[in-house]
């Protein structure tokens, strides 16, 4: 295929042989179903930290099954757990806002915001581990920014408002918590195994979210509404974030902390469209360009960190993650 200026189509990538592409094209799909049953399950019940507990109990509760049938064992030791702890308290930190922006913001505001994450991580990456500037990063995550801007330029309610302040925190905490996942992951390897580190994140996690259930969010305990669809979508949620804790294996391990953001926002096309046609998302002009531009610039983004060889190739190493961060994980 013959190059396009400066900025051409990278080459195609073997998928079958790459256990990261395999890895991320899992997450995506893994990702999508549970982004939509936490905003229905958030939106119905109005309980974002109860949820988020009752998918930590869901999680813990397979990794143990797992175990005891031999599938994935739990091993590691003291040390490496009180080395990962930190990482899972920004874990939990992280599924909560995330949780709280479901809950006051629609699913286009949220996809389109958090596509702007990487800017902030690429140059953090950058100066901590030597991860490349290119060309084609500088450029499509300014096409990221102006569509952000853009979309962001248009009326706005105040609960949206809210809501666009939990993705902007949720964001940041987001990529202190891919850069610290790398550094623990790929620089200096903590010695768990995958269940390990699901269980350790998710025992924490539980114990960050009763503690907020006991102060400051104790209202949910007595305000939230169970109806048979919101329970429905409730138990669906508990079901995607113990998929999604395993099927996010490998991604922090064969990709950098941008790259694995990056990858995670592309399915999020799914998320939007459903948000316009199932949840009745309100679309303006500049919400449609500036989503366009942001989503745009992160696919492009996504696929110069893949041509540059930002994938890893571990076929001989065993695939290792964190549990699930929504975005989120990563909700």
């Not at 902007?168 to 623990?184: K, T």
């Amino acid at each position: 295929m013959p190059a396009m200026g400066k900025f051409s189509l990278p080459p195609p990538l073997n998928a079958a042989d790459d256990p990261a592409i395999k890895a991320t094209a899992l997450y995506m799909i893994c990702s999508v179903g549970m982004v939509v049953a936490n905003k229905e399950a958030a939106t119905r019940t109005q309980a974002g930290t109860i949820l988020l507990a009752m998918q930590q109990c869901a999680t813990i509760t397979v990794a143990g099954v797992l175990h005891l049938v031999g599938a994935k064992l739990i091993r590691g030791n003291f040390h490496a757990v009180i080395r990962w702890t930190p990482i899972a308290v920004l874990s939990g930190l992280n599924l909560w806002t995330g949780m709280q922006a479901l809950m006051y913001t629609t699913l286009s505001t949220l996809t389109v915001i958090r596509n702007a994450s990487p800017l902030i991580l690429l140059g953090a990456e950058h100066f901590m581990f030597g991860v490349a500037i290119t060309k084609d990063a500088i450029v499509s995550l300014a096409i990221i920014l102006l569509g952000v801007l853009i979309y962001c330029s248009d009326d706005i309610s105040s609960q949206e408002a809210l809501g666009i302040l939990f993705v902007i925190l949720d964001a940041f905490i987001v990529c202190l918590d891919r850069l610290a996942q790398r550094y623990l992951l790929q620089e200096t390897p903590v010695n768990l195994s995958i269940s390990a580190l699901v269980l350790v994140s998710n025992i924490v996690g539980l114990f960050f979210s009763l503690a907020l259930l006991f102060y400051p969010m104790h209202a949910e305990l007595h305000e939230t509404e169970w109806t048979m669809p919101g329970i429905a979508w409730a138990l669906a949620s508990c079901f995607g974030g113990a998929a999604i804790a395993y099927a996010g294996i490998g991604l922090s391990r064969n990709l950098s902390a941008t790259g694995a953001l990056v990858v995670t926002n592309i399915d999020k096309v799914l998320v939007l469209l459903y948000g316009i046609l199932m949840l009745g998302d309100r679309f303006t002009t500049p919400k449609i360009v500036g989503g366009t531009l942001a989503l745009l610039g992160g696919t492009w983004h996504a696929w110069s960190r893949l041509r540059t060889g930002e994938v890893k190739k571990q076929e001989s190493k065993e695939v290792h993650l964190m549990a699930f961060v929504g975005d989120q994980a990563q909700p």
